[in-house]
């Protein structure tokens, strides 16, 4: 009876491995360049919607073994778009594969702009689409977390305070460690970089070796910062508005005790060594929460910015406006920042060889603190 079961359940198995055997076929082909027509050497090769897959040799070919019915097969490469091919009856599946947009994003260096896939410097870049997903009051703090080998980090909590920024560390142990701001090709301090609005920057690229930065000397030996701001196109009228609105708070504030509380402390601690009572009385009330008089629980900010742009064949303009406003969580009374800025740039095409080319700003920047100051540039 044992042995007929067991024969039974030999013989069943051997019939599931041969049925999964049968339900599998192999789809083979080489994967190239769209471009160029050369083998691409390890190449993904992936069943869509499973684990299943393998890599092209040193020839861009692959074999792949796959479920009988309708698979579609997801092939991918480093620096190429990713692309889908359903297997139809057909065992041979060539594909070509086109380059990624990623290559050819261009990247402002010192000497002008390059697609990103022919710069062999150390650069970063981050676009404007980026910066407009984190509202911050200043541009740098848009950077950290974003750029490697850049540690950006906010000298105080004071609203509008500046940040310290250090390329590769420090470099320097004699002078400045401060990187070089370049804004449209005009070298200014680190202070100008403050009065930008986030929305008027089309990028800004980190030069952080000596290979890229050469350009600029020995100025650049703390690395350097190159920021781009936006033009206006030809067509029509483009309106835009980026603006939030909120709140600031302590996020801890401690639990002291009242003046009643504090004078019975005083008492059990002079009885405890051997005194008389400090105060006859500890009925005084609750005194003065000073926490409360000093932090503001509900700070208000905001940050309001304004575009116009457009133009046609001969000449466009981008002109923005600013507002922004913020009291601090420490003594709103003196410790908020307001900004105002109005922009413009401007292109105009002379004639064929000659073109002008206009950038200006006229910023006004309010800082509330313990000295208190204003300041105005233009640049």
Partial sequence: M???LTKNLLV??????ASFTYAQRTVSGTVTDSKTNESLIGANVLVKGSTEGTVTDLDGKYSLAIPAGPVTLVFSYTGFEDKEVEVG?????DVAMTEGLVLDEVVVVGYGIQKKSVVTGAISSVKSRDLEKVPNGRVEQSLQGRVAGVTIAQNSGQPGSSSTIRVRGVTTFGGGNNPLWVIDGVVVDAGAIGYLNQSDIESIEVLKDAASSAIYGTRAATGVILVTTKKGKAGQLNVNYNGFIGSSSPAKVLQLLNASQYAALLNERSIAGGGSPIF??????????????????SAFRHNNELSL????????????FGLQ???GIVASEISNYDKQNFRINS???ISKVFTFDRRWGTPTRSLSGSAGWMSTAAY
């Fill in 325 to 327: 406003e913020q009291e």
């Fill in 89 to 93: 009856a057909s065992d041979i599946v």
């Fill in 309 to 320: 742009s457009g133009g046609n064949d001969k000449s466009t303009f981008y002109v923005s």
């Fill in 2 to 4: 044992f042995k007929e």
């Fill in 12 to 17: 069943l198995a051997l019939v599931l491995v």
């Fill in 280 to 297: 006859p009385s500890v009925n005084l009330g609750t005194g003065t929460d000073w926490q409360k008089e000093i932090f503001n629980k």
């Fill in 347 to 349: 292109t105009h095409k």
